[in-house]
């Protein structure tokens, strides 16, 4: 089922990311984690790799066993960091021949201590340019792309974030996965303007439960997403910041189902607890998992 269907249903559709883990045990914990979010019928997961592609093959190995074990498509993460044309087909055709449904194509980050992309030799520079190529040569795969809400930290504008979005979504995307956020208007505005523009793939949310005041200040920091000053005071003023975390998404995602929000794609850090939290608090969810 491509993307563009996914979010098309009565039902509002439900989907994780993860990361490879770097150790074994870490890997084993992320499996129980799985298991216990799998009770809320997730419609897919994703799986994301390090820095540079450092983890590219971590990455295959870890969805493409969420999808083995769990009976789940799964979507992976791929960027155009460090790799060829040719390396980027070689692992498109790896992926499809292990069974994964989706890809989700990043241009990538730039590298430590640059604020500026590094094409490789031979590969390419823009995410659509990836698109085009899974359009053209692997078009059984569904393909998610990027928003910004609060424009990618690297575009000059709004509108110029938004004429890159559209070329990638012209190349062929069938659907856009947000970048985390905390102020719902930038969500609905950007939306609106993506519809404006004739980006009429479905735009879904990408959001990160806080469970930790340092922790998500150094995340919005690197991605540029504001953290309302009342949350920060709330973080700030509390011994229980993951109870503050957990009514703040509850609330933002309540608010987001009210406008008409076709999905809905949590940042789970490879745990379950704040995110079993929230579907036990979600409208119309029975919720049965306890995590650890």
Known sequence: MIPSTLYQSDKLTLSFELFPPKTEKGEANLYRHVETL???????????????????????????????????????????????????????????ARGVDHIVALRGDPPEGSNEFEQTDGGYRYANELVELLHSEFNDFGVFVAGYPEKHREAPNMETDLDNLKRKVDAGADA????????????????????????????????????????????????????PKDFVDALGNTDDQFQVGIDQAVAQIEAL????????????????KATVEIMKRMDGLNCPAQAQ
Not at 88 to 93: D, F, I, M, T
Not at 178 to 205: A, H, K, M, W
């Open 257 to 272: 189902k009210s406008g008409g929000i076709e999905g809905l794609h949590l940042y789970v850090l490879n745990k379950s």
């Open 176 to 227: 856009i996965i947000t970048q985390l956020f905390y102020c719902n208007d930038d969500f609905f505005r950007f939306r609106d303007e993506c519809s404006s523009r004739g980006i009429n793939v479905p735009v879904v949310p990408g959001l990160l439960p806080v469970t930790d005041l340092g922790q998500i200040q150094r995340i919005s920091s690197l991605c540029g997403a504001k953290l």
């Open 38 to 96: 799998m009770e809320y019928q997730p419609d897919f997961i994703t799986c994301t790799y390090g820095a540079g592609g450092s983890t590219q093959t971590k990455t295959l190995d870890i969805i493409c066993n969420v999808k083995e074990r769990f009976d789940i498509p799964v979507a992976s993460h791929l960027t155009l960091v460090g790799s060829t044309a040719d390396q980027l087909r070689e692992y498109l055709a790896t992926a499809k």
